[in-house]
């Protein structure tokens, strides 16, 4: 089946580093993939989308690449700051949109 | 705000109750969604609702019974919910059903089944 996965359940950065996560897929070829913040107590935000003919689209101070070779989207937050603390979610949509877990990041002052 | 508003926020339920979760969006959206959020696991579609009618059913268990009156209004009905079915409950919006539609998130109603 349609799988997304972020493996880091967590990651802690200093701030002013590059936050990267990682979201792999399995069993499938999304046509795009989106990416999610989520803070405690709140739904999903949505803040970027990248297809599948995009290498990489930015936004600000985020980034996101496409890599169809590696089935890998990476997802950068660049001079990350604590206000970035928050979970992150990947989603994969062909046909459907599957998500995956979602990586925990800590910015650390 | 994201514009979609969920209650009760909280929720706490015996297996034999029957309660209704309630989600609105003043977005001018057509398309509306119930996803179930457990821990540690991906967010689940549960249904898609896209101008009233309903279609998408995720093989969700009938304890939960949908209910859209009307584009900007969304209920879960639950009844006889097991302890497993404790999670966070999302609404979701779009102007459509494509898949490339952005969806707009409510706040989630966190609801516990003892």
């Known amino acids: 089946s349609q799988k997304i996965e972020q493996n880091s359940e967590a990651l802690n950065i200093q701030e002013g580093k590059t936050a990267t996560l990682t979201c792999n897929y399995t069993n499938y070829s999304p046509a795009y993939l989106q990416w999610y913040r989520q803070d405690p107590g709140r739904g999903p935000v949505f803040l970027l989308l990248i297809r599948e003919n995009e290498k990489e689209k930015r936004k600000e101070r985020l980034k996101v690449t496409f890599d169809t070779t590696l089935k890998q989207s990476l997802f950068h937050i660049t001079a990350s700051q604590p206000a970035d603390s928050a979970t992150y979610l990947c989603a994969g949509g062909y046909q459907k949109v599957t998500f995956g877990t979602g990586t925990k990041l800590q910015v650390i002052p | 705000e994201t514009g979609v508003t969920q209650t009760p926020r909280h929720l706490v339920m015996g297996m034999t109750n029957k309660k209704s979760l309630k989600c609105e969006q003043h977005?001018?959206?057509?398309?509306m969604y119930w996803y179930k959020q457990s821990a540690k696991k991906p967010l689940e579609l549960m249904f898609v609702?896209?101008?009233?009618?309903?279609?998408e059913n995720n093989s969700v268990p009938s304890r939960f019974s949908p209910e859209c009156p009307n584009s900007s209004h969304l209920f879960l009905h639950l009844h006889t919910l097991q302890p497993e079915d404790s999670a966070l409950y999302l609404c979701?919006?779009?102007?459509?059903?494509?898949?490339?539609?952005?969806?707009?998130f409510g706040p989630g109603t966190r609801l516990t089944v003892l």
């Open positions: 977005l001018g959206h057509n398309a």
């Open positions: 609702y896209s101008l009233e009618e309903r279609v």
């Open positions: 979701a919006s779009s102007r459509g059903t494509s898949d490339l539609d952005e969806q707009f």
